[in-house]
């Protein structure tokens, strides 16, 4: 005791490394396009580059998604082909290894998580406004523990919103 010095390759060694380990691409993130979950960009493959190369046949659902009406007598479409982000150019390495085994990914958006683009006027709502907006209301489930604490154990329970009686009153 104290320790040697570090030696010049060492430090060498270990500045380069950690400026390694922080450089953007390690903790970039973008979207998947075909579950929508964000993913280090090094986990992530062109949509572009994989286009020949995998069958996006499984992700062809009907009933999943809808066409944005505008008024009530638009009629009600479907959106062809396979269901994308379209806002995501990446797929992930999950999603792309299911595709090449042509199954549908498990959090793909064709297993009716599709959402689609949210419009403008629900966009930027405040807390209230969104409260209103939802059809169902979370509560917290606690459980008490032995050490006689409370413990959030999860948002376990969902009520459904008195919708009428809040726009009526």
Request: hydrophobic share 35%; glycine share 6%.
């Amino acid at each position: 005791f104290p320790p040697e010095p570090p030696t010049k390759t060492t430090l060498h060694r270990t500045l380069t490394g950690m400026s390694n380990a922080f450089s953007p691409q390690e903790f970039e993130e973008a979207g998947c396009a075909v579950c929508a979950e964000l993913v280090p960009l090094k986990e992530l493959t062109l949509k572009s580059d994989l286009d020949d190369k995998l069958d996006y046949s499984p992700l062809v659902v009907a009933g999943v998604t809808r066409r944005e009406r505008l008024t009530k007598d638009d009629p009600i479409a479907e959106v062809d082909g396979p269901i994308f982000d379209t806002k995501c150019v990446h797929i992930c390495v999950t999603c792309e290894s299911a595709l090449h085994r042509r199954v549908r990914p498990t959090f793909s958006l064709a297993n009716h998580l599709w959402v689609g683009e949210v419009p403008w006027q629900l966009k930027g709502l405040s807390f209230a406004e969104q409260m209103l907006v939802a059809r169902i209301r979370h509560n917290r489930c606690v459980v008490r523990v032995a050490s006689g604490r409370g413990k959030l154990s999860a948002n376990a329970i969902c009520y459904g919103q008195p919708i009428t009686k809040i726009y009526d009153t």
